[in-house]
């Protein structure tokens, strides 16, 4: 059983940053791999970053490569995609996932999720 809150979503303007937090309680995300996933009003969740159960292999979405940074705190059983120069086309509700089964970062087969994190860019 574990249980994710993301954090750190807000609303700026074009060109700003953001740092969004994952927190897991009930187990610790050590053995894990971990994801980011977003999705925007009308459209269909899309896969965003992925990172390795020790953080030593990541994988980003095409669209995000250069401007987004995941990385993990195994310690504090936190996960944190830092956001740079956001575009508009960036805004959406953005999902922490995970992986018991997982070792390595993956696109798919993630077995728990957040209840997400509201990130709104303006043009």
């Known amino acids: 059983q574990v249980q994710l809150v993301e954090s750190g979503g807000g609303l700026v303007q074009a060109g700003g940053s953001l740092r969004l937090s994952c927190t897991a309680s009930?187990?610790?995300?050590?053995?894990?791999?971990m994801g980011w996933f977003r999705q925007a009003p009308g459209k269909e969740r899309e896969f965003v970053a992925a990172?390795?159960?020790?953080?030593?292999?990541?994988d980003y979405a095409d669209s995000v490569k250069g401007r987004f940074t995941i990385s993990r705190d195994n310690a504090k059983n936190t996960v944190y995609l830092q956001i740079n120069n956001l575009k508009p086309e960036d805004t959406a509700l953005y999902y922490c996932?995970?992986?018991?089964?997982?070792?390595?970062?993956?696109?798919?087969?993630?077995?728990?999720w957040g209840q997400g994190t509201q990130v709104t860019v303006s043009s």
């Open positions: 990172i390795s159960w020790r953080g030593s292999t990541t």
């Open positions: 996932a995970a992986s018991r089964q997982m070792r390595s970062a993956s696109r798919y087969g993630y077995d728990y």
């Open positions: 009930g187990r610790t995300l050590s053995n894990y791999a």
